[in-house]
Each structure stands twice: as structure tokens, then as C-alpha cells.
């Protein structure tokens, strides 16, 4: 993939009207990357309506583990509870169309979002 995930859901969020930014940064002294609570990459708003979305941004094979992992995770189920405020997978590969005119590869997505009834299904399987 040439270009990141982070980067391609930043364009696909812009496109569709929100405004983003960065919700993850670099810890130089532990050499790691951290997320917003642990899960976001990016956050965003719809300036309309007010919706305000926690982006989680991977390859599309990564969307199931990404998705177990915001569910085990008390702030995300806390941040669904209220009706503007939303989580989203965008996974993403490369297309099997082939190439854009600029010979950049085009890109596939998908959109998961997470909602508060995911949260009491995955409490009733567990026990």
C-alpha cells in the first residue's frame, strides 16, 4: 500500500463534507505510536449536523481484530452511548480496477461502524 490508511480515510472523510484531524501521535521515548483512547487514528465532524466520528483507520484485513479490540474497550462503549457521537473502521486495500490516470493505484473501502447494540452482544457472548 503507498499511501496509509490514515491518510486515505483523511481524504475519503474531507470528501464527504467533514471536517478531520490527527487524533493519534508518535511517543518518541517509548518509539510507539498511541491513539485517542486507544483505538482512534482520526476525529472528525459534520459541520451540518454536528456528528462527531472517532476513526479508526487499517488494511481491510485488520478490520475484525481492529473492532474487537474498541469493543473490549470501556471508553469507546461510554463514547456510542450519546446519539452524535460515532466510531468508525475504514478499512482499505487496493482495488482490483487497477490504476488511476496519474499511475497511483486506486484504493477500496469499507466502513464499519460501531454502535452501542454491539457493545450488549459482545457482553452476551462472553457468558
Known amino acids: 500500500m503507498t499511501r496509509s490508511p490514515e491518510a486515505l480515510s483523511a481524504e475519503f472523510l474531507l470528501a464527504q463534507g467533514y471536517r478531520c484531524g490527527k487524533a493519534s501521535w508518535w511517543n518518541p521515548f517509548a518509539h510507539q505510536r498511541r491513539d485517542l483512547h486507544g483505538f482512534a487514528d482520526l476525529h472528525a465532524f459534520d459541520p451540518k449536523s454536528g456528528c ?24 469507546a462503549r461510554d463514547w456510542v452511548r450519546h446519539p452524535v457521537r460515532l466510531i468508525w473502521i475504514l478499512g482499505w486495500k487496493k482495488s482490483k480496477r487497477g490504476w488511476k490516470a496519474r499511475g497511483e493505484p486506486e484504493f477500496a473501502h469499507k466502513v464499519i461502524e460501531v454502535r452501542a447494540a454491539d457493545f450488549d452482544r459482545e457482553e452476551a457472548s462472553d457468558e
Open 52 to 75: 462527531v466520528v472517532l476513526v479508526q483507520a487499517c488494511t481491510w484485513a485488520a478490520v475484525s481484530t481492529r473492532r474487537h479490540k474498541i469493543l473490549a474497550s470501556p471508553v
